[in-house]
């Protein structure tokens, strides 16, 4: 049986495009739950359309957290998204209301849950800047190749195109002297203890890629590429790592000239594609977790009362 005393979450987790805040906006008036936006993109001021944010309405509707925490200039990192996500619970559970956490960036969950961070690294701003500027200039693969030279462990979790985890291996082994992996054997793992149970969705393939397809079309007519073009005339550009998420770098490469806005829009459901394959193999490997197939789901009410059930069962300690 699980530990009483340890805070319930839930967790609402599965690629872009699947469903997640749909569903989740449905089960939280039913559970009297605060939302905890699990997003990497969410997370900054300015970036509304291109990172499918909740409506303004829906965020009034059901509370939301960690949603325009940070300056689209800001490097915001995982460590900072567990911080914030550690006052929100505690403010949550204070006021008596159920925990939802929901998005699809697996790392920011497996910092906050599973011991993915370690407390009190070294940081140089100054170096991070360099290897940055290293990265723009030699390319995501040749600085991942750089790092596998260095530490084949910690190249191994990454992904080359995962460019600010790369950057920061890099970072503490300038700073350390020592492999990212034998640094991080050696410092305490900073974690928030909690029972979790991951509710995560699915679809098919096709419908996942008809989906995405569907919302970058919508995103494009419904001001995507004016809200990139404000955003560099603010001196907000590739430079910054929010800038470098699925559609704003197309975009910024159309508002350069590189590109057509076809062709942009073709690259955005592309590369979106490829990272919700990604994210299904990061999330196959969470648990305890119940998964459902959105595509041969039944009523909407139906999947609703089968997830409340398998949440109360779990609240209670009983096996799901």
Same mark, same amino acid.
């Given at each position: ?5 340890l805070p319930? =979450?839930?967790?609402i987790?599965?690629?872009t495009a699947?469903g997640?805040?749909?569903?989740s ?8 739950a ?7 993109r969410q997370? *900054? ?6 990172t ?7 965020r ?7 949603i325009d925490?940070a300056?689209p ?9 567990v911080?914030?996500?550690i006052?929100?619970?505690?403010g949550?559970c204070?006021?008596g209301?159920?925990? =939802?956490?929901?998005g699809?960036?697996p ?6 849950l599973?011991g993915a961070l370690?407390a009190?690294?070294?940081?140089d ?12 200039r030699?390319?995501k693969e ?7 030279a ?5 190249a191994?979790?990454?992904?080359p195109?995962?460019a600010v ?5 890099l970072?503490i ?10 640094v991080f054997?050696?410092r ?8 979790t149970? *991951?509710i995560?969705l699915?679809?098919?393939r096709?419908?996942?890629r008809k989906?995405?397809?569907l919302r ?9 590429p004016?809200e990139?073009a404000s955003?560099?005339?603010k001196g907000?550009?590739e430079? *910054?790592?929010s800038?470098?998420g699925l559609?704003y770098?197309?975009?910024v490469?159309?508002?350069?000239g590189?590109?057509?806005?076809e062709?942009a829009l ?6 979106s594609?490829a990272?919700a ?6 999330f ?5 977790a119940?998964w *459902?197939?959105m595509t ?9 009362d089968?997830?409340?059930g398998k949440?109360?069962e ?7």
């Amino acid at each position: 049986m699980a530990s009483p005393e340890l805070p319930q =979450l839930v967790a609402i987790i599965g690629p872009t495009a699947v469903g997640k805040t749909e569903l989740s906006l449905d089960l939280a008036e039913s559970l009297n739950a605060e939302i905890i936006s699990v997003d990497s993109r969410q997370v *900054y001021r300015q970036l509304d359309i291109g990172t499918a944010k909740a409506t303004r309405a829906e965020r009034e509707r059901i509370p939301h957290h960690l949603i325009d925490v940070a300056e689209p200039t800001e490097r915001f990192s995982a460590s900072r998204f567990v911080e914030l996500a550690i006052t929100a619970i505690d403010g949550i559970c204070s006021r008596g209301k159920t925990i =939802l956490l929901v998005g699809g960036t697996p790392f920011y969950f497996r910092a906050l849950l599973s011991g993915a961070l370690t407390a009190n690294l070294p940081s140089d701003p100054g170096i991070r800047l360099g290897l940055e500027e290293s990265i723009r200039r030699e390319g995501k693969e040749e600085m991942h190749r750089r790092l596998r030279a260095l530490d084949e462990e910690t190249a191994a979790r990454i992904h080359p195109n995962d460019a600010v985890r790369v950057v920061r291996a890099l970072e503490i082994h300038a700073l350390t002297g020592h492999p990212p992996s034998e640094v991080f054997q050696t410092r305490e793992p900073m974690t928030f203890p909690a029972r979790t149970l *991951y509710i995560g969705l699915n679809r098919s393939r096709e419908e996942i890629r008809k989906r995405i397809c569907l919302r970058a079309l919508q995103q494009f007519e419904n001001g995507f590429p004016e809200e990139v073009a404000s955003l560099l005339e603010k001196g907000i550009d590739e430079r *910054y790592p929010s800038i470098q998420g699925l559609g704003y770098r197309e975009l910024v490469a159309f508002h350069r000239g590189r590109i057509s806005l076809e062709e942009a829009l073709d690259s955005t459901i592309r590369t979106s594609c490829a990272f919700a394959r990604r994210q299904m193999t990061w999330f196959s490997k969470f648990e305890p977790a119940v998964w *459902y197939d959105m595509t041969r789901s039944e009523a909407k009410s139906s999947l609703r009362d089968d997830i409340l059930g398998k949440i109360a069962e779990s609240q209670r300690g009983g096996r799901i």
